[in-house]
């Protein structure tokens, strides 16, 4: 971007939003084709009620974020989907959200089946109640064409989510996802904020990345208010991070094993994933991390002589993990599985935007911690997990890579706070910068988290958008499923491993 | 096949000896809640004031804490002035009645009866539970699936996830029942041959949890079916879970499980 109108910010650093100029639409919108034409990513495109419209675009490789804005005279523009395949379901979003509506997108359904929130503009025209997955499904029709409708409810402990197979004898031609059943208002919960529920509602994102969240949104309200966090404190958030990662890609790790009828594996990884767990539990007393940052810092410190206990556990655990992961990779029957399943092109994974780890299974070198650093990744980087196939085998294998980097960054960690003091609690209320605008990033370990929040005159959220790894990912999964065997949809579904409540919100 | 078998002589048996013996829980591990009424002073708000989901209100004695809207955050045990309130390990946590999980000031909590005879006679050996999430954040589903794993093997109490309500006993219900997910809801009950039980599991299915006020909600499980069985907690651990699904059972005086937990 040579002659670049977007605003350049950096993660977690807030910007005046006088010094985010607002362009005209067309300006704004040349901005992003020509940006993602040149391999930068639609990070985020969002609205709120007064019709502006703002984007993040990224320079991933070159460390690089942008952001933009423009406002509509009307609620209606042309749709950038056509040109942008990344911004399909940001303007389906904002077309639910806010009765705008992208003209001729060219899959315009809704996204998690609520009302609008600016009463009597709606983007369907719907009048009387909405009901979850009553849309135009996409069908193909056909002698010997079936179709498989599954869920909300499934079959296991899962969360809720409702699919349509078009099918072909055992052949998938089309898998459509419908979601919303999860939606309960989290970022209109928001609006208004920081409320004492603000850091709960983050947490609860999606509650497998409870630190994920919780970190984009304390280091979000940071950028605001203009806070350093001091380094120790960084580190242990790093610590927590790495620790939520380890547990759930060796959860998934197992979970792929039992998929593909390998019980050895999938069973020690489902109580291994338990002993992860428990790690940062004795950090801060919850299994899944809740309750342990705070803005400004942490709620509750890691003290050196904790940090000498769990340097031991750590050992014990990941020799353990090493044990257990290590039987796949000599299993022939589980390498011929996971080869031959969910191959995602890496050039579509481009277009529609992948992040995280389905994206570094098909090459793409992307990571927040790499590109964007935050927290202690700049000074203590962790080496990127990366395949090439972009199969349910490379993704299994960018998880194993990233839990030896995590394992690395974690031992380290804790051998250094094992000799240093803590830091002091942070304390008072934060007053948060008026009229600026924060884009906050963090890895979760499915990939890109991102928060951004637009502040009013009296420094409350005026807009809070929150951007799960999952609303990449999900069409991602469509794209796995084409041509495979609807039989192989457990292990492809198992190898994304999308949450439904961060989609839904 | 050696690889296989030198792992399985180098994970060993994990199955956690429980009910037998109590499972070392973490340092930090929050429990009941308990107020001291001695210390705590007349006239102050703070705790109540301090609580983000309004599980605290002041009652004749003090203040009460409901456990059913408790995320067991710490926030209220941090701004008393007097240090009244404090969690203690106690992770039982489960009760029969809503309101037996509002607790005044030194008040003992009532933990679950079991079934009546009759269920009792229909389900004491052999429970099948189907699981339906309604909205949330899917933590309370990471630690029910958990109790699938060999560290809890729930099979050995005879208490099985199902894949299908018909072959269900009990519905267990996580999250604060979206509208969207109403209808579903509903539905899955109804499948369920009668009789059957609800087991609500978590702040969210119990009382909408930290979404209480959004009206995206329905505020628990009980706006929607009869719930037989409450399990608080943001998420409960998984000891607490099986506790309540254990007493609930009649299972825990009959395999010699300690009475009391130590504070």
């Not at chain 1, 998929?259 to 050895?264: E, I, K, N, R």
């Not at chain 1, 990941?318 to 050039?347: C, H, Y």
């Not at chain 1, 992040?355 to 980087?381: L, M, N, S, T, W």
């Not at chain 2, 949330?136 to 630690?143: K, Y």
């Amino acid at each position: 971007m040579s002659d670049i109108q977007f605003a350049p910010c950096r993660n977690g650093r807030a910007l005046l939003m006088k010094d985010v100029p607002e362009l005209l639409f067309p300006e704004f919108q040349d901005e992003i084709l020509q940006a993602v034409n040149s391999g930068k990513r639609l990070a985020c495109l969002c609205a709120d009620a007064e019709l502006r419209l703002f984007a993040v675009l990224a320079d991933d490789p070159a460390g690089a974020l942008w952001i933009g804005r423009t406002r509509l005279d009307h609620p209606h523009y042309p749709s950038l989907t056509p040109h942008c395949p990344q911004a399909h379901l940001f303007e389906r979003e904002l077309a639910e959200q806010f009765g705008i509506v992208p003209e001729k997108h060219p899959w315009f359904k809704p996204v998690r089946y609520h009302a609008s929130w600016v009463e009597g503009r709606d983007a369907w025209q719907r009048t009387g109640p909405i009901e979850p997955g009553v849309t135009d499904f996409f069908r193909v029709e056909g002698e010997e064409v079936h179709e498989v409708a599954v869920g909300p409810v499934h079959a296991g402990v899962i969360e809720p989510g409702h699919f349509r197979f078009q099918c072909h004898g055992e052949t998938v031609f089309h898998l459509e996802i419908a979601l919303g059943y999860q939606h309960r208002g989290i970022e209109r919960a928001m609006l208004g904020g920081p409320h004492p529920l603000s850091l709960k509602f983050a947490e609860t994102v999606a509650g497998d990345t409870t630190l994920g969240h919780g970190w984009a949104y304390c280091q979000l309200l940071e950028g605001l208010a203009g806070i350093e966090v001091p380094p120790r404190s960084q580190w242990v958030r790093g610590i927590a991070l790495e620790l939520e990662r380890c547990a759930n890609h060796t959860g998934d790790l197992g979970a792929l094993a039992g998929d593909a009828g390998f019980l050895p594996t999938a069973s020690f990884c489902g109580r291994i994933r338990g002993d992860w767990l428990n790690l940062t539990a004795e950090l801060c007393g919850s299994r899944l991390g809740r309750d342990l940052l705070r803005p400004g810092g942490l709620r509750v410190d890691l003290e050196p002589e904790v940090a000498k206990m769990l340097t031991s556990r750590l050992a014990q655990i990941w020799g353990d993990t090493q044990n257990a992961i290590e039987l796949l990779w000599g299993a022939a029957s589980v390498l011929n599985r996971f080869e031959a399943a969910g191959f995602v092109d890496p050039i579509q994974a481009r277009e529609v935007g992948l992040v995280g780890v389905p994206a570094r299974a098909c090459g793409i070198e992307q990571d927040v911690r790499k590109d964007h650093p935050f927290g202690p990744y700049a000074e203590h980087p962790v080496a990127l997990g990366l395949a090439q196939s972009g199969n349910v085998h490379s993704r299994a294998w960018v998880r194993w890579r990233e839990l030896q980097a995590s394992h690395a960054f974690l031992a380290e960690a804790f051998e250094a706070l094992a000799d240093s003091a803590t830091d002091p609690k942070p304390t008072g209320t934060m007053a948060l910068a008026p009229e600026s605008l924060c884009v906050s990033l963090t890895e979760g370990w499915r990939g890109e988290i991102l928060h951004l929040a637009v502040t009013d005159a009296s420094g409350r959220f005026a807009r809070y958008k929150i951007v799960d790894p999952s609303f990449h990912n999900w069409f991602g999964l469509a794209l796995a499923l084409r041509g495979e065997q609807i039989s192989d949809f457990p292990l492809c579904n198992k190898s994304f491993n999308l949450s439904y409540c961060g989609h839904d919100l | 096949m050696i690889h296989i078998l030198l792992s399985r002589w180098r994970q060993g048996h994990r199955t956690l000896p429980y009910p037998k013996t109590i499972p070392v829980l973490p340092g930090r591990f929050r429990g009941l809640p308990r107020i001291d009424a001695q210390a705590c002073p007349e006239v102050c708000h703070v705790c109540a004031e301090a609580c983000p989901t309004e599980a605290i209100e002041l009652g004749p004695t003090g203040p009460d804490i409901d456990l059913g809207k408790c995320l067991f955050c710490d926030l209220c045990v941090e701004a008393c002035p007097k240090g009244a309130i404090a969690f203690t390990r106690d992770h039982r946590l489960s009760t029969r009645d809503r309101d037996h999980l509002v607790l005044a000031p030194d008040q003992e909590l009532q933990l679950a009866e079991k079934l009546n005879a009759e269920l009792m006679r229909l389900f004491g050996r052999s429970l099948k539970i189907r699981v339906v999430s309604a909205g949330g954040c899917n933590g309370c589903e990471v630690d029910v699936n958990v109790l699938g794993t060999l560290a809890w093997d729930l099979g050995r109490f005879g208490i099985q996830y199902v894949a299908a309500p018909r072959h269900a006993d009990a519905v267990l219900v996580c999250g604060p029942v979206t509208a969207n997910m109403e209808l579903a809801l509903r539905k899955t009950y109804a499948a369920v041959p009668d009789p059957k039980i609800v087991i609500a599991v978590g702040a969210c299915a119990i009382s909408g949890g930290p979404y209480y006020r959004q009206e995206e909600q329905l505020g628990g499980a009980s706006s929607v079916v009869p719930v037989d069985l409450f399990i608080p907690g943001c998420p409960p651990h998984p000891l607490t879970i099986l506790d309540g699904l254990l007493r609930l059972l009649g299972k825990l005086e009959q395999e010699g499980r300690i009475t009391s937990v130590k504070a």
